[in-house]
């Protein structure tokens, strides 16, 4: 069982950048790939990208590439997302999520509650 918090959301402006977190209780966190998705207002929840149980792989949606980082600490059990050069199109609602690694939120195993992120033009 792993439960996932996200944190580090809030409201910048274009051009701007945050850092979300996502810290993750449960022994086996380690073993599973985190993603993270968002769902914008009326959209349907997409991927944005996903790291593997090491760290030592990561892939993006096109639209962050650049701009996006992922990373994970697995002795802090916590997986970071870096978003810099923010547009008012990535505005959302981010979720992390624990699984196998996949670009589909229905292979993941356990979700957080989401963070909001605002980006004002």
């Known amino acids: 069982q792993v439960q996932l918090v996200e944190s580090g959301g809030g409201l910048v402006q274009a051009g701007g950048s945050l850092r979300l977190s996502c810290a993750a209780s449960g022994r086996t966190f380690s073993s599973y790939a985190m993603g993270w998705f968002r769902q914008a207002p009326g959209k349907e929840r997409e991927f944005v990208g996903v790291i593997r149980w090491s760290g030592s792989r990561v892939a993006y949606q096109d639209s962050v590439k650049g701009r996006f980082t992922i990373s994970r600490d697995n002795a802090k059990n916590t997986v970071y997302l870096q978003m810099n050069s923010l547009k008012p199109e990535d505005t959302a609602v981010y979720y992390c999520?624990?699984?196998?690694?996949?670009?589909?939120?229905?292979?993941?195993?356990?979700w957080g509650q989401g963070t909001q992120v605002t980006v004002s033009s």
């Open positions: 999520a624990a699984g196998p690694w996949s670009s589909i939120d229905k292979d993941y195993d356990y």
